[in-house]
Each structure stands twice: as C-alpha cells, then as structure tokens.
C-alpha cells in the first residue's frame, strides 16, 4: 500500500498515496550485503554518533539466516516488513496471499489481490495479527514452513507472553547480535507513514521497506540519516526525517488527546486490513492498538480486550470526550465486543471500520443505528 521509488524521501509524499499503493524492496540480506560490515566506518557515521551507540553488540561476520535455528522456546525476531499471523498453518489462498508469505514480503501486491470486498473479507477469521519488521517473538511449534509464535509487545489475556498465531518461518529470524542491540542501544521509531532502508546515508542501495512504528536500534547518525541495525542484516540507514531516536530505555512523551487524533488522521483513507497493525492496513483494534502504542501507552490488542482488559477507565455515553474509545458489540445489549473506534468530538469516531471501505471519520449515530454501543474507555493523556 505504499508507493515507492528508489529514494529515501519517498515517505514524504501525501499521505494517502504513500499508504496506498506501491512496490516491493530489496530481501534484507541484500541490503545487508550491500552496506558495509560492522566493523567498517563511513566518514560521515563519525560527525554524529548517537549517544550510547558504542554499546552496540558488533554485528557477525556471517549474517544468520532467516527460518534456521528456530526450535520451541527460542527468541526470534521479524525480518520482513510486516509479517502476518495465521490462525492455521498453510490455510492462505493460493494465488491471492503469496506476496505476504514471503522474504521479502510485497504487501502492496497482496493489497492489489484485493481489491474487491469479497476477496479481502475472506481474511476475517483466518488471520490473528501482524508484527513490524523487528518485531520480538518467541517460537512455540515449528510445522514444516510454519512457526507458530507469540507477539511478545501485543498484549492479550489469551498468552500473558504475547499474542499468539502462525507465521512462516521464512519470516523469522535468530539473530543474537540484533537482541543485544535491541536491548542497549538508543532506538528510532519509525514516523513517516511508510520509509525505504537503504545501504548508504545517502539513500543508494534501496532495501525493504518499513512501516511506520516500527522500532529498530540505533548505531549511528549523520546529517540526514540514521543508522540502524537491521534483524538478519548488516546494519541500514533511514532518513532521519523519518523517524524518531531515543535513549534505550527512554518513553516518548505522553500525548496530548489531540497528538493522538492528529496520528490518526494521517491514516484516512487508508483501506481495511483484518488483523493489519501497520501503514499498509489496519483493522478496528489494530487501529486504536498502533495509535496509543506509537505515543508509548500500551494496550491490549483485540476490542473486546481494550474494553475489559486494559485497565482503562470506563466512560459514560453522555461524558464522553475527544479521544476515548468506544465499543460496539455484536449485537444490541451483547456480551460479545466486535468493533473499537475512537471518539472525536460532536458526536464523531475515526475508524477503521470493515473489508469494504477505509479508515474514516463519520457520525456515531449513523454508525450504530440499531444500538449495539457497548459503552467507553479513556486513556489517560496529557492535559
């Protein structure tokens, strides 16, 4: 869903056009074979180095491969740019779901096989969620080309480890050198809806592209660009205009109600993904879910779950207030939540509402005409 050409700024076109439509990088070993080892410096990476970088681990000389070494109980991590979850093993649609299945993945291609609703609808049910590029998981089962894993910064009450579903091994990555960076280096979070990784500060050597929230280690910087370690790969740069650096360790800000409507709003237009938690789709709670977890405010992944299991503060209808979220169930007065928006004002929610159409803001009341409105949630915010 995003459109790229072989440049770093291509993130800053217009929004809707970068989320929507587009083409597949480079794998990431391919990148990683074209930027330079660990142990090599480029002139510019000295002029300013991110702070505490130096407590990187050094990357191997030989680079892992994705899919070898995963065993049950091992800690992995995402080496394509979203990788998505599968209730079963091998139940994707030939043809239609081959681009997402791979390394590197083409998501934009597998958005094109779907553009009728009735194809893209198929996926509810068959899908759990997605992970970003980087992602840490851990591995439960191996079947065949199957990894069966859990999502370890997706909260759900179903695994207190994270959230569960099969992805294909091909996807994954064990890279001791990647952890230990992820665990003390400084960090960028990616901003821009959507950038490219590339082998150079300056943008040559494209590589897979990267959604945006996605969070990678820091190993340097220069004027323009910064460098990240890349999970089964070298190291890559991102332009620096695109993301975000942070102390390991270190919480963005808390936001203000309107900096959450503000992420949101970058999104419209974008069309429906079930179980999609990046810039090339979302569904309903993947939705919500990315916004507050991109501002540092975890909650839990599923709707029914943000309501009852967050620990959020439960809203009256009439009290409602810019920002919170409400629920709908899946049938007037039912126990069952199948639907997550948020409130902004005058009777008005920004969703991401089903297979047929894209993120929106439209009227509460016309939304929910039959009265399945299940009540409300706030997050505390600044201000």
Not at 8 to 24: E, K, M, P, Q, V
Not at 264 to 280: C, D, H, K, M, Q
Not at 304 to 316: F, I, N, T, W, Y
Not at 333 to 356: E, W
């Amino acid at each position: 869903m995003s459109t790229h050409t072989p440049a770093c700024r291509l993130t800053r076109r217009d929004g809707l056009r970068l989320a929507a439509t587009g083409t597949a990088g480079l794998a990431v070993a391919g990148l990683g074979a074209a930027g330079l080892g660990a142990g090599q410096a480029l002139a510019d990476d000295s002029a300013a180095p991110a702070a505490n970088a130096g407590r990187a681990a050094a990357r191997p000389t030989t680079l892992p491969e994705p899919g070898v070494g995963l065993t049950p109980g091992s800690t992995a991590h995402v080496a394509v740019t979203a990788t998505t979850l599968w209730v079963e093993p091998g139940s994707n649609r030939p043809g239609i779901d081959d681009p997402s299945l791979t390394n590197p993945v083409d998501l934009d291609a597998w958005n094109a096989s779907m553009q009728d609703t009735e194809t893209r609808k198929w996926l509810t049910g068959e899908l759990e969620s997605q992970a970003v590029l980087g992602s840490e998981v851990i591995v439960d089962e191996i079947d065949g080309d199957w990894a069966h894993i859990v999502v370890t910064a997706q909260g759900t009450p179903r695994d207190p480890r994270g959230y569960p579903g099969w992805v294909p091994t091909v996807q994954l990555v064990v890279d001791e050198g990647f952890a230990q960076q992820s665990a003390s280096a400084p960090t960028a979070t990616v901003t821009a809806l959507t950038s490219t990784l590339t082998g150079t500060p300056s943008g040559n050597h494209p590589g897979i592209d990267v959604s945006f929230d996605t969070i990678l280690p820091v190993l340097g910087r220069t004027a323009k660009a910064v460098k990240v370690a890349v999970p089964g790969g070298r190291h890559a740069y991102l332009p620096a205009d695109d993301v975000v650096v942070r102390e390991h360790g270190e919480q963005p800000p808390l936001p203000t109600v309107e900096d959450i409507v503000a992420t949101g709003e970058r999104f419209l237009g974008l069309r429906y993904l079930w179980a999609g938690v990046s810039a090339y789709g979302f569904d309903c709670s993947g939705f919500t879910y990315t916004l507050f977890h991109h501002h540092g405010i975890s909650i839990d992944r599923d709707a029914g779950d943000q309501m009852d299991h967050s620990g959020l503060e439960p809203v009256e209808r009439d009290d409602l207030q810019r920002g919170d979220l409400v629920f709908f169930a899946s049938e007037p007065g039912g126990d069952s939540i199948r639907h997550v928006a948020l409130y902004i004002g005058d009777d008005l929610i920004m969703q991401a509402p089903n297979a047929a159409r894209s993120v929106e803001i439209m009227s509460l009341t016309e939304y929910d005409p039959i009265g399945e409105y299940a009540g409300a949630r706030r997050v505390a915010l600044a201000g």
